[in-house]
């Protein structure tokens, strides 16, 4: 009897420790770069870990490090024009929340597409706004890089894409 209840206390608090998120999973993409993980330290590897010895996720911030193999100034400065661009970003996603949310309410009421046309021209015009932003961010990280560097930066584009958009405008990112 005691062997039955000591396996289902172990089966209980494993079960309770796999329900932790895992560090990295959410918030501020671009924090955490080069610092120390979000939660449970470094294994006897050294390797990120997260909640329940889980590995933690790299930030696109720290993606884009790794894949262009930025050195510590490199990084610093990445941070820096990724704080500026997201500033600079964040009134435009704002305005895409908004817009979304305008064009779902014209749907569900009826409107007519005549009605609905000028809110998706004003929901694309910002959504390039915001392509845009990201764009002129990679440009300034990429005249900070070595030619080396410089030739693996179209590898770190992709991470650039959508960077600044927040988790809950809509990608099906449940629980996140």
Do not use: W
């Amino acid at each position: 009897m005691l062997l039955r209840c000591l396996l289902a206390a172990m089966l209980a608090a494993t079960l309770a420790t796999a329900q932790r998120p895992i560090g990295g999973m959410g918030g501020d993409e671009t924090s955490t770069m080069g610092g120390r993980p979000a939660r449970g330290g470094q294994n006897s590897a050294g390797n990120d870990r997260g909640a329940g010895g889980m590995t933690r996720r790299p930030s696109r911030a720290e993606q884009i490090a790794d894949r262009l193999k930025l050195n510590k100034d490199q990084k610093a400065d990445l941070q820096t024009v990724l704080s500026a661009a997201r500033e600079e970003a964040l009134p435009v996603m704002q305005e895409l929340l908004k817009g979304r949310n305008l064009m779902a309410q014209a749907m569900v009421a009826g409107k007519s597409q005549e009605a609905i046309d000028p809110l998706l021209k004003t929901y694309v015009a910002l959504s390039a706004e915001l392509s845009a932003i990201e764009t002129r961010a990679f440009a300034k990280l990429c005249a900070r890089l070595k030619p080396n560097q410089l030739a693996r930066a179209g590898q770190a584009f992709d991470l650039m894409a959508s960077m600044f958009e927040q988790p809950d405008m809509g990608r099906g990112r449940g629980g996140r």
